[in-house]
């Protein structure tokens, strides 16, 4: 008989506020060690918690698109240990009251839908950040007190596959709920799971690994992990409940600590924070700023025939996603294509966001309806990149200023035809007797007389129609 | 030597506004005093900069303000920026603090002058200030008996008049307690009335600052000179009542109770006589009073320890020796670092304290003890909300015995709790209590009564506290004399 | 009473280094302290509501955070390395 594998992951995320929560400090501790770190930060003698609401609503934004219950009363917990990244040696977080509780994710494991199933999401704060030499560890309390949110699923996944679907998933809603960068490389996102093996209905002993540096690193860690279990309990012997970090290097598990008897965190309600009672107006209102999640825009994409490739190169791309959302009412495919193609060149060959440059909305939505409408083609498209993105002009402006204005006149095109036709009857009476190449070399004349200038399917269009009433 | 500071402060701002004296006359008869006095009530003092603010008020316009220009004494918990804050501890016996607390903006605004900060209790955890790093202050009343405590030195310096004001902290008592032991008015506010901002917490949940006077009038100015709100301590509240405002009306209606377990044998027959002293004048004066029975208030200080002791631990879980204060010189190992510092930075009082609050807390005991100790609090605060329902106030003595002698206490643990066994109630509830001198006891021992009220009704603790300090006639100035 | 084991168990929750001979009055001063507060166990009667504050404020769901200072934070650490705290090695990370 097979063991089976039961898994449960918690992950951390940062929350992209603008201030720490309990302290005015700007929450973002990239900038120069502890200058972003106030009293509070600091924790000094006789500083009290304030509280930062914006968190609030960002965690109900979390809450919604996890289907999780919104507490609507709730308060917080001391949760103490001494850590020298601990600050005040006790952290503020939710024990009892979590802002969310049973919810779930649903995953796509090979076209069969799977609920993974969310015990409880709460709120805490970050501690410092810390590096470490072998003679000392140095602390920067610019993250101390960054907002988090914890997510812990119940132990429902059964395979690696599960954990990292669950996850990709996970980082997709909160990214698209906009509370969170969801970097794991940057540490914005943290994810710890619990592995287990058996072969009976009852649960094996459960090893924790901890801060995996990437999803796929959660993949290899539970596979690695879950082997290294069988294999001990295939030579007889017992397992014991410990905690484990996956190594980058020799892609394994290493031992960090066996757990003690249950950790001693003596829990209590945080008396320096009143009940927070969260309002049905404040609830919904943080619930209407959402935009719209990934899987209502990838049915708008389906609809519109954007191929399946690119549908995910757009939803792994949220600027691009929420670019296009102001769009849907013209050609996506077009549209689209324009924004991972040539326009997120032009962007990334110059380090620009699509705000910085002289792209309108406006001049978007006339670019993509002259594609649509074949007034431009895309060769004149790429000789009018540059001059779209760099300057103010509308795109009349530039194409006229650019003198490729002529060539779209339904008039043009049937002269050009025509007098192709008259000067070629050789060719024409090929083509009646079946030689076929005979339209190709009329093509060839037809967009050599347009100097490029032309439409070539819709002169292709044009030459059949005329070749064949002839 | 000058005794403007014996004057009351309409008295001292009238001189001032007349320009007959300046605040740098009563900077200077503050710190003859301070120099004259052996009582170790201070742990630092700053005489350079209390000159120097003087000096500044000098260049202007005597305000309508009679805080202006008075020298003031602040316990050493509270912040105040620039200058050391102690706690009464090795812990932090260099520690310099870069902030001023919520209350001492107010105390700046209202151009007060800050003379020093005053002797306590390590951590405020205590009742009789002994567990100070430096020593215990000494009664003005008597050199060799306690000041009480937590907040000893504060109530010792108003008393023997080296300044008419200062603040202190109240986390079960420690700002009424002293203040009966050394014959003062001491407030404890209700909870939220003053920012806990920049007060070094001891028990969160319960810690409140305090207002200590010489008389009850000035105590309700200082009062209104520093409650207001503060969003930096999300339980204070807004506040906009003058507190004198119902000083001198006439007792109507009024309903006093007094809890039989106040009354009970465990309090001082000559404490006791001086409190039914006080029933007969408000009885004599039309003002009823019952002796009544409230259900946990004889529980009190089972709780009390419970949730003090256990917030403490968490609270004082921050000095570790990294960020601030003691250091442990090149310990082992980061455990060694915290083990070291804490057990030489700490002494024992607050060690006992915190390892029982970590023991209270610790895996099943947060439910077995602490839960159950936050479910019975509430339910006490109701009862008392209930008795507020009939009765205006509610009296008693503030301690169970005057100030005794100092040293008594020492070897045992629970002598420092039972000595507010009658004053904890209010900081469970969150109601405003004060403590006033209504005589002296045969050893010329202070006698104090406590004046608990509903909560945000100091106006009308103050209101009988003033009709009783009229009758009673208690004379602070005889101590005065010792000097 | 608590034996001696379970008071270095607290003494090591609180992170508290306590000696063989201080051990002995621990664990005495600790006896008076908890035979006190056990006593809470014979309260009964009483309702399960908890009132962990005594505060009557009711959070404000609009609240923006007040300015603290974050001049000097460093004024007071004892081991500095440039502009980060530092601190003895930690494990278990």
């Known amino acids: 008989m097979e063991y089976r594998k039961t898994i449960g992951i918690e992950v951390h995320c940062e929350l992209k506020t603008k201030e720490k929560i309990f302290s005015p400090s700007l929450s973002n501790y990239g900038s120069i060690a502890n200058t972003n770190a106030n009293i509070i930060d600091m924790a000094y003698p006789g500083v009290l918690p304030q509280f930062n609401s914006e968190v609030l609503s960002f ?43 049973n919810g779930y994710v649903e995953i796509d494991i090979n076209g069969k839908k799977k609920k993974i199933e969310i015990l409880e999401m709460h709120i805490e704060e970050d501690t410092c950040k810390s590096v470490h030499s072998d003679k000392y560890s140095l602390l920067d309390y610019n993250r101390a007190g960054v907002p988090l949110i914890e997510i812990v699923t119940k132990p429902c996944m059964e395979s690696a596959l599960e954990a990292v679907k669950y996850l990709e998933k996970l980082r997709e809603l909160l990214l698209y709920a906009g509370v969170s960068d969801c970097k794991i490389e940057e540490g914005s996102m943290r994810c710890d799971t619990n592995v287990s093996i058996s072969k009976t209905n009852e649960l094996g002993t459960k090893i924790e690994v901890k ?163 074949k007034e431009i083609n895309n060769k004149i498209f790429k000789d009018i990149l540059i001059d779209i993105m760099e300057t103010s002009k509308d795109i009349d402006d530039i194409i006229c200023d650019k003198g490729l204005n002529v060539s779209f006149d339904d008039n043009l095109l049937n002269s050009i035809i025509d007098n192709v036709l008259s000067n070629n009857e050789k060719i024409i009476s090929d083509y009646k007797n079946g030689n076929t190449r005979s339209a190709k070399a009329l093509m060839g004349l037809i967009m050599k007389e347009g100097k490029g200038k032309i439409d070539p399917s819709a002169a292709n269009e044009k030459l059949m129609e005329k070749l064949n009433s002839l | ?140 009343w008597n050199y060799n008996k306690t000041t009480g405590g937590s907040s000893g030195g504060s109530a010792a310096v108003v008393s023997i008049g080296i300044v008419p004001l200062a603040l202190g902290s109240d986390t079960g008592g420690s700002v009424r307690q002293p203040s009966s032991f050394c014959g003062i008015v001491g407030m404890k506010p209700t909870y939220g009335r003053i920012s806990r901002h920049g007060l070094v917490a001891y028990g969160s949940s319960l810690d409140q600052v305090g207002v200590m006077s010489r008389n009850v009038y000035e105590n309700a100015i200082l009062l209104n000179a520093i409650s207001h709100l503060d969003k930096r301590d999300l339980t204070s509240f807004d506040t ?29 027959p000559e404490v006791k006589e001086k409190i039914m002293n006080i029933k007969k004048i408000l009885e004599d004066n039309k003002i009823q009073v019952d002796i009544v029975d409230i259900k946990y208030i004889d529980k009190t200080a089972i709780l009390y320890q419970i949730i003090a002791m256990g917030e403490a631990s968490s609270n004082l879980a921050r000095f570790d020796g990294i960020k601030y204060g003691y250091s442990y010189p090149n310990p082992a190992s980061l455990d060694d670092l915290y083990k070291k510092t804490r057990r030489y930075g700490f002494g024992e009082e607050v060690k006992r304290r915190i390892m029982v609050g970590s023991y209270l807390l610790s895996g099943e005991n947060a439910k077995i003890y602490y839960n159950k100790a936050l479910e019975i609090r ?106 | 009473m608590l034996t001696k084991e379970e008071v270095m168990h607290v003494a090591d929750l609180a992170r508290i280094e306590i000696t063989e001979e201080e051990l002995q009055k621990y664990q005495k001063d600790l006896k008076i302290l908890l035979d006190e507060v056990d006593k809470i166990k014979d309260i009964d009667d009483f309702d399960d509501e908890k009132m962990f504050s005594p505060t009557d404020n009711t959070f404000d769901l609009e609240r923006k955070n007040i300015s603290v200072t974050n001049e000097n934070v460093l004024l007071n650490v004892p081991k500095k390395m440039g502009n980060f705290v530092e601190a003895p090695v930690m494990i278990n990370e």
């Open chain 2, 240 to 268: 906009d009542i003058d507190f004198t405002r119902e000083i001198d009306k006439p007792l109507e209606n009024f309903k006093v109770a007094i809890p039989s377990f106040f009354i009970s044998d465990i309090i001082d």
């Open chain 1, 211 to 373: 801060n995996i540096g990437s999803i796929s690193n959660v993949g290899e860690a539970i596979n690695y992990e879950a082997k290294r279990q069988e294999e001990i309990l295939e030579k007889g012997e017992k397992l014991r409940e410990e905690t484990r970090r996956f190594d980058d290097k020799t892609r394994t598990t290493i031992l960090m600590r066996v757990k003690e008897t249950g950790n001693d965190y003596r829990y209590f309600p945080e008396p320096d924070i009143p009940y927070v009672n969260l309002t049905d107006d404040f609830i919904h209102d943080a619930i209407n700023e959402l935009s719209r999640m990934p899987d209502e825009r990838r049915k708008d994409y389906e609809k519109s025939g954007i191929l399946p490739i690119n549908i995910e190169k757009i939803i792994a791309n949220k600027e691009i996603s929420d670019y296009l959302e102001n769009f849907l009412d013209i050609n996506l495919v077009i549209a689209s294509n324009l924004l991972l193609g040539d326009i997120q060149s032009y962007l990334n060959k110059n380090n620009l966001k699509i705000e910085d440059t002289k792209l309108t909305h406006q001049k978007f939505r006339d670019l993509v309806n002259k594609l649509d409408k």
């Open chain 1, 59 to 101: 965690a109900i934004k979390a809450c919604h698109v996890l289907n999780l219950n919104i507490t609507k009363k709730m308060h917080f917990d001391r949760k103490n240990y001494f850590y020298a990244d601990n600050p005040k040696n006790f952290q503020i977080t939710q024990n009892e009251t979590p802002i969310g509780t």
């Open chain 2, 378 to 483: 509430d339910d006490l605060k109701k009862n008392f909300l209930d008795a507020f329902k009939k009765y205006d106030l509610i009296i008693g003595p503030t301690a169970a015995r005057c100030a005794y002698d100092l040293g008594m206490n020492q070897n045992d643990p629970l002598k420092g709790f039972m000595d507010d066994i009658l004053v904890m109630h209010a900081n469970m509830g969150g109601f405003p209590s004060l403590s006033m001198p209504i005589g002296l006891n045969r050893e010329n021992l202070p006698i104090g009564l406590q004046i608990i009220g509903n909560l945000y009704k100091e106006d009308t603790i103050y209101q009988l506290a003033s009709f009783i300090e009229k009758k009673v006639k208690f004379d602070s100035k005889k101590v005065r004399n010792g000097i």
């Open chain 2, 1 to 140: 030597m000058s005794k403007y500071l014996d004057l009351s402060l309409k008295e001292i701002h009238e001189l001032l506004k007349k320009g007959e004296i300046t605040p740098t006359i009563l900077v200077n008869e503050c710190f003859e005093k301070i120099e004259n006095s052996n009582l170790n009530a201070f742990i630092n003092t700053y005489k350079d900069y209390a000159l120097l603010e003087a000096k500044k008020l000098e260049e202007m316009n005597v305000p309508d303000d009679i805080l202006f220009g008075i020298p003031i004494a602040i316990k050493d918990n509270i912040m105040v920026k620039d200058m050391k804050c102690t706690c009464a501890s090795r812990m932090l016996d260099n520690f310099v603090s870069i902030y001023d607390a919520g209350c001492i903006d107010y105390i700046k605004d209202h151009h007060m002058i800050i003379v020093g900060k005053t002797n306590m209790d390590e951590f405020a955890m205590g009742s009789t200030s002994e567990t100070s790093y430096y020593g215990a202050p000494h009664n003005p």
